[in-house]
């Protein structure tokens, strides 16, 4: 009979086990030896189906490297064709961006050149007034020079009539005193009156001429008022076209 041993382990993690002690009533089979092996002749039909057989597993073989092969050309071909289509959808992405960047500079130097158009306006119109005020203020310097150099003359012209009534006023009253005078005993008082007369004549002539040289300056001085004048117009409008 078999004996069986109920044996528990100690308590460890709940587990138990039985061990069975007894041998096994089943009859092991012969163990095959040369001596008491069949013998079995291998014909040549064996080797040829052995040959299909590895033919056929060779077959199957290349056919599955072929299939692997083919799987991976598959795969490489639809890497390239997504790589393909990835760099075709980036080139139409970039081409719109710079058309997008294109039309975004043409609106700005649109933008720039009606500005730019605008102070052109505006600075045409500013130089327009200087010329207008510079015209203006050249007629009233000019219209103040003439009205000065007019003044000038006429004061001229009047200190020289003034002069030229007291020098005939002189003359008459000199031949007053020689008709009056006409004894050897006033011969000196005449020749000093001469001398006199002489002398007042000479200053005056002297006076007059500082006159003269003080108009002639003053006219000198009108006419590069003038032309200063006159060269103010053309140059406030160069500056102003610069």
Request: overall charge positive; some cysteine; charged content about 40%.
């Given at each position: 009979?078999?004996?069986?041993?109920?044996?528990?382990s100690?308590k460890?993690?709940?587990?138990?086990?039985?061990?069975?002690?007894d041998?096994?009533?089943?009859?092991t089979?012969?163990?095959?030896?040369?001596s008491?092996?069949p013998?079995r002749?291998?014909?040549?039909?064996?080797?040829?189906?052995?040959?299909?057989?590895a033919?056929?597993r060779?077959?199957?073989?290349e056919?599955?490297?072929?299939?692997?092969?083919?799987?991976k050309?598959?795969?490489?071909?639809?890497?390239?064709?997504?790589r393909?289509?990835?760099?075709?959808q980036f080139?139409?992405?970039?081409?719109?961006?710079?058309?997008t960047?294109?039309?975004s500079?043409k609106?700005n130097?649109?933008?720039?050149?009606?500005?730019?158009?605008?102070k052109?306006?505006?600075?045409?119109?500013?130089?327009a007034?200087?010329k207008?005020?510079?015209s203006?203020?050249t007629?009233?310097?000019?219209?103040?020079?003439k009205?000065?150099?007019?003044?000038?003359?006429e004061?001229?012209?009047?200190?020289?009539?003034?002069?030229?009534?007291r020098?005939k006023?002189?003359?008459s009253?000199?031949?007053?005193?020689?008709?009056a005078?006409?004894t050897s005993k006033?011969?000196?008082?005449e020749?000093?009156i001469?001398?006199?007369?002489h002398n007042a004549?000479?200053y005056?002539?002297?006076?007059?001429?500082?006159?003269?040289?003080?108009?002639?300056?003053?006219?000198?001085h009108?006419?590069?008022?003038?032309?200063?004048?006159?060269?103010?117009?053309?140059?406030?409008?160069?500056?102003?076209?610069?």
């Amino acid at each position: 009979m078999a004996q069986t041993i109920d044996t528990k382990s100690p308590k460890k993690n709940g587990l138990a086990f039985d061990v069975i002690l007894d041998v096994p009533k089943c009859n092991t089979p012969a163990k095959l030896t040369p001596s008491n092996t069949p013998t079995r002749l291998i014909t040549s039909e064996d080797i040829r189906n052995k040959l299909l057989k590895a033919e056929e597993r060779r077959q199957s073989l290349e056919m599955q490297k072929l299939t692997s092969i083919t799987e991976k050309f598959q795969k490489i071909e639809e890497a390239a064709k997504s790589r393909e289509e990835q760099n075709l959808q980036f080139s139409k992405q970039a081409e719109q961006k710079l058309l997008t960047k294109m039309e975004s500079n043409k609106e700005n130097r649109i933008n720039l050149l009606n500005a730019l158009k605008e102070k052109l306006k505006k600075t045409d119109s500013k130089i327009a007034h200087i010329k207008e005020l510079t015209s203006k203020t050249t007629m009233i310097l000019e219209e103040k020079i003439k009205n000065k150099l007019l003044s000038a003359e006429e004061n001229r012209l009047e200190k020289l009539n003034s002069i030229t009534e007291r020098l005939k006023e002189h003359e008459s009253h000199v031949e007053e005193v020689r008709k009056a005078t006409n004894t050897s005993k006033d011969v000196d008082l005449e020749e000093k009156i001469m001398e006199k007369l002489h002398n007042a004549l000479v200053y005056r002539e002297e006076q007059l001429e500082k006159i003269k040289e003080k108009i002639r300056e003053h006219e000198k001085h009108g006419a590069e008022v003038r032309e200063k004048a006159k060269n103010l117009s053309p140059n406030s409008s160069s500056c102003a076209d610069k």
